[in-house]
């Protein structure tokens, strides 16, 4: 069966779409079968970012590892029974759809709480939840009182994948590996910061989670999106003197795919 990796986080901003498609194009670069989906219904952002891609491609008569993209499909009301939901029939059929020529299945979620999200986060083997490197974004996995070191209880989110959690144990599933993926901390307001590992560190371990470095933010990741390029691709265009920037940045790529420990993947870009 193909491995489930779902990118999920309540809030807009924090990268989500551009984790997927870099974690997504890796895979398929290291010879892997990857496919993929956006549940954002309205905005599509992975898959604006494939199709961009897709025709840069041809524009350009170029052939680059690249993962496959399905919308999901229309299901019929008629055909459900009473208390069936249509976005549990759209999702599933959307994997079973991969299922059968996917090594990985990378599953994109809106920055908002969703019937379809909910459902995903109960399918993820692997879910990765980036974050940037601030309070506001960690009010998602938990309320931390005025001190920012003392946490009062889990969040929304947090909430949804122990939700999540209880579906996939009375499904006799293996749990999901919960990697949280800490965007942009940069060097500046160490003090933040400091607070900031603090309370991730408390966190991770009340609620069980892992930790793992992300991106910084650099300008390459806005230009590379109307090409729906990635980091990896710069090589095959001819680009060879990579700026200490971009250096950096497929850097933390490495580092971010060692640390999601998927199955079967040996780290070789």
Same mark, same amino acid.
């Given at each position: ?24 194009? /890796?895979?398929?670069?290291? $010879?892997?079968? *990857?496919?993929?989906?956006? =549940?954002?219904?309205?905005?599509? %952002? @992975? ?30 009301? /008629?055909?459900?029974?009473? $208390?069936?939901? *249509?976005?549990?029939?759209? =999702?599933?059929?959307?994997?079973? %759809? @991969? ?171």
């Amino acid at each position: 069966m193909a491995h489930i990796i779902v990118v999920g986080n309540e809030k807009g901003g924090a990268g989500k779409s551009t984790v997927s498609m870099h974690v997504a194009t /890796a895979l398929s670069r290291m $010879g892997h079968k *990857v496919g993929t989906l956006d =549940l954002d219904l309205r905005q599509k %952002t @992975l898959g604006r970012y494939i199709e961009n891609r897709t025709a840069y491609m041809a524009q350009e008569g170029l052939s680059l590892p690249t993962p496959t993209y399905h919308d999901l499909p229309e299901i019929d009301a /008629a055909s459900l029974k009473p $208390g069936e939901n *249509v976005y549990d029939h759209r =999702l599933s059929a959307a994997v079973a %759809t @991969l299922e059968p020529d996917s090594d990985f299945i990378l599953i994109d979620c809106p920055g908002s709480h969703t019937r379809l999200s909910q459902v995903a986060h109960s399918l993820a083997d692997t879910l990765i939840t980036p974050l940037n490197d601030s309070f506001i974004d960690f009010d998602l996995l938990a309320h931390v009182d005025t001190d920012g070191e003392t946490i009062k209880g889990p969040s929304v989110y947090s909430s949804m994948v122990w939700n999540a959690r209880q579906l996939r144990a009375q499904a006799g599933l293996d749990p999901i590996d919960w990697v949280v993926v800490r965007n942009r901390m940069g060097a500046q307001n160490m003090v933040n910061k400091q607070k900031m590992e603090t309370a991730i560190t408390k966190l991770s371990r009340r609620i069980g989670f892992r930790t793992a470095p992300g991106f910084n933010e650099r300008v390459i990741f806005r230009e590379l999106f109307p090409r729906g390029l990635t980091l990896l691709d710069l090589r095959d265009l001819g680009v060879t003197g990579l700026n200490i920037s971009n250096v950096a940045a497929r850097q933390e790529l490495r580092e971010l795919i060692k640390a999601l420990n998927l199955p079967g993947v040996t780290v070789d870009f």
